[in-house]
Nanobody, 115 residues
């Protein structure tokens, strides 16, 4: 059974930084792609960033110059480095991975950007 366990959320002031981590377990095959989604109250879940096994990355336009996604295959972990955080980045962030046709999700971690 594939499991995705997130960590690293919290409260940060505007302009601050956070790094989210997502460790995958339960599969002998690498999930592809792996990435991060977020959902703010009253809004739909949206893709923030994802990375393919070959290294191709995709970002939401609103975070493109502030967030970086990277993957450690040895640790089976994907990270989201978030810089210059803004109040509208406040949301629950979910790790996502795909194995063949199956989608897997983490439990979500809250990121709150507020002074």
């Amino acid at each position: 059974q594939v499991q995705l366990v997130e960590s690293g959320g919290g409260l940060v002031q505007p302009g601050g930084s956070l790094t989210l981590s997502c460790a995958a377990s339960g599969s002998e095959f690498s999930l592809n792609p792996m990435g991060w989604y977020r959902q703010a109250p009253g809004k739909q879940r949206e893709l923030v960033a994802e990375v393919q096994s070959r290294g191709t990355q995709k970002y939401l336009d609103a975070v493109k110059d502030r967030f970086t996604i990277f993957r450690d295959f040895a640790k089976n972990t994907v990270y989201l480095q978030m810089n210059r955080l803004e109040p509208h980045d406040t949301a629950v962030y979910y790790c996502h991975g795909k194995l063949r046709w199956e989608d897997y999700w983490g439990q979500g971690t809250q990121v709150t950007v507020s002074s």
